[in-house]
């Protein structure tokens, strides 16, 4: 089965949507999210749909899921990338994503999350950790 | 056509691997990748493959070509979250990925490419920018 990646960066995780969203990666993003959200502690997630041609109501559930479950796990969920074309649809369509906040871009994403807790744990990582630096 | 999505984050562009690389595919990230860099002047790449399941000879090559592209553009190119599996076979397969960076995760990646630039905007941009601080 396809699995979407779920990728920690900082005090964030980012999942970028590629593959067609089908019950069962549906759910499983919803669970190892969850999972990945207790494991890190995080307080961010950022899910970026810029590569879905389409997001229809299956797709706005399931966001809106991820972004219910995340928020009892006390993480905010901002979805980015939004093409102005599924924008214009999902009005059409009359689904609104209740619940969901967005932004333009990622960048915008993780200041949206930055302004409630600092990201910069980034830049210090790269030159604090001596472990990474030897690999240079 | 599916098209991988290239995600901008501070000082580095962030592709992350879910769908088959087909010719196509690959030529077109080859080419949205060079032209974000030109278009960024960002100094770093980071590609995961932590969805990949088989890095093939065909892969291999793709992956090397965007590390060559990148460096002629003056960005480095990390590739992160190999499977064990997938290195394992690459190795039988003879393929050592020459040329190419690795780093287990993407925050390691990030840490990677940071000791050589600066990657603290992220952090900065959170608090500083009143544009996206209005949006709460």
Same mark, same amino acid.
């Given at each position: 089965m396809e699995r979407v990646p779920v990728l920690k960066i900082g005090d964030i995780l980012l999942v970028s949507i590629q593959i067609d969203m089908e019950d069962q990666v549906?759910?499983?993003?919803?669970?190892?999210?969850?999972?990945?959200i207790v494991a890190t502690g995080v307080h961010g997630v950022i899910i970026d749909i810029s590569a879905l041609d389409i997001v229809d109501s299956f797709v706005g559930r399931t966001l809106a899921a991820i972004a219910s479950v995340s928020r009892v796990l006390d993480a905010e969920t901002v979805?980015?990338?939004?093409?102005?074309?599924?924008?214009?649809?999902? *009005? /059409? @369509? =009359?689904?609104?994503?209740? +619940?969901? &906040?967005?932004?333009?871009? *990622? /960048? @915008? =994403?993780?200041?949206?999350? +930055?302004? &409630?807790?600092?990201?910069? *744990?980034?830049?210090?990582?790269?030159?604090?950790?001596?472990?990474?630096?030897?690999?240079?």
């Open positions: 549906a759910l499983q993003l919803q669970e190892d999210l969850a999972e990945r979805v980015v990338g939004m093409r102005p074309a599924v924008a214009i649809t999902l *009005v /059409e @369509l =009359g689904l609104s994503l209740p +619940g969901i &906040r967005t932004a333009l871009n *990622v /960048e @915008l =994403g993780i200041a949206m999350l +930055g302004s &409630r807790e600092t990201v910069d *744990v980034l830049g210090d990582e790269g030159e604090t950790d001596p472990a990474v630096l030897t690999r240079e």
